[in-house]
Every structure is written in C-alpha cells, then in structure tokens.
C-alpha cells in the first residue's frame, strides 16, 4: 500500500469552530508531514513529525495544533482560523533521509468563512 | 543554502511534441533532486529522482530528467506529450534536516 489517505477532502468551517483534519499512511514510514498550499504556489511545511516526535515546528500560529497518535496517524486541529488560512493542507511521509522521496496524500481543501 | 529555480511560470506544448520543463539548482556538495507532479485539485505525486550515478534518469508516466553539474540544471523531459500531462510540475531539493525546498512551480499545458 503506498497511499496516504486524507480526511476530509472539503471542509468549511466558521472562525469559532474547531475541526480536525486526519492523514494515515500505512507504508511504515517514520517521517510525516503537514503541507499548506495557496493556489499555484509550492507546498509550504507546517509541521514534521519523526518516529511519532514533532521535530519541525516552522513558526506555525497555535490555532493550528498537530498530533501524531501512533506511527500511521496524523492529526491537524484547527481552533478559531482566520479566512486567510483557507488552503489546500496536504499531508505527507517518507522513509527520512535526503534521498527519500514523499509521498502526498490527495489534500483537504480548507475553506474559512 | 539549498535551492532550485524554475525560470518558466508556464509551458506550452502541443499534443505530440516533445516538452521540457526546466530547473536549475544551487546545492553545496552532491545534489539529491527530484521532481514532482500535481494534477488539478490533487496532492503532489512522486515522478523522478537524482541520487547519483546515471545522469539520465528515468521516472514515472514515460518522464525522464537529465542532470548536468557543469550547467547546475536538472531539465524533466518526455519525447511525445499528452494532454493528459497537463499539470503542475515542482522541482525540489532536500532543503535541510527533514526538510524539501520545493520550486516556485511551472504550468505544463499540453494543447490537443
């Protein structure tokens, strides 16, 4: 199996919800990733996990918190989001290592009103 | 610091021709690179990497990417294009630790 799986593929959601977007990848891979990307523009990272640890943190605000609840799963939660965090959010994992490729699950397209 | 440019926003091509879509690279040391593809409304999908050895790589879908270190460029080719090729291609470079610095992207469309 070399899918990763993202829930769901639309969302909409208001400032004041909390919402939750859910990524699994069943390849054995020990590095994952969360993705923002505004249209026709390159991938921006968010956030790195590695063997279930948040390694990589890049300066994220804290209305997007990540969770990693077992090596398969990635979770993002979203409290109190702003419209200019609507975005395709993709997640990802690899083997780790400079020359391991990633792999992109399809995105959760994030609309906030 | 680790990166890869991408001169062209946009490339067109007709159905049948061959196409290139070009990248450029700026790494110390040896360079892992690697393209990727994303069709409309989907997440990126894997296409070809550089590791070392052959500087002619070949990857997925009938693409193929030749690396040349005295012109730092690592231009993704295919012989004959589809429409079906139409899409967003990324260039990327291991950018530090866990890290991929991606291109800023290059339109590929492919016209019937």
């Known amino acids: 199996d070399t899918e990763v799986t993202q829930t769901p593929k639309h969302l909409v959601m208001g400032m004041t919800n909390k919402k939750s977007l859910k990524c699994e990848q069943h390849m054995g891979h020990r590095a994952m990733y969360w993705y923002k990307q505004k249209a026709k523009k390159p991938p921006e990272l968010m956030f790195v996990y590695s063997y279930e640890k948040l390694s990589i943190n890049e300066s994220v605000p804290s209305r997007f918190s990540p969770e990693c609840p077992n090596s398969s799963l990635l979770n993002l939660h979203l409290h109190a989001l702003q419209p200019e965090d609507s975005a395709l959010y993709l997640c990802?994992?690899?083997?780790?290592?400079?020359?391991?490729?990633?792999?992109f699950g399809p995105g959760t397209r994030l609309t906030v009103l | 610091a680790q990166s890869v440019a991408q001169p062209e926003d946009q490339v067109n091509v007709a159905e049948g021709n061959p196409l290139t879509v070009k990248c450029t690279y700026s790494v110390s040391g040896n360079p892992y690179l690697f393209w990727y593809v994303q069709y409309p409304n989907r997440g990126l999908q894997f296409l070809l990497k550089?590791?070392?050895?052959?500087?002619l790589v070949k990857g997925s879908y009938g693409f193929e990417a030749e690396f040349n270190k005295s012109q730092t460029s690592f231009h993704l080719k295919k012989p004959s294009a589809l429409v079906s090729d139409s899409a967003l291609y990324f260039c990327a470079v291991p950018g530090g630790y866990q890290k991929v610095t991606f291109g800023t992207g290059t339109k590929l469309q492919v016209i019937p």
């Open positions: 990802a994992s690899s083997r780790g290592g400079k020359d391991n490729e990633q792999f």
């Open positions: 550089y590791i070392t050895g052959d500087n």
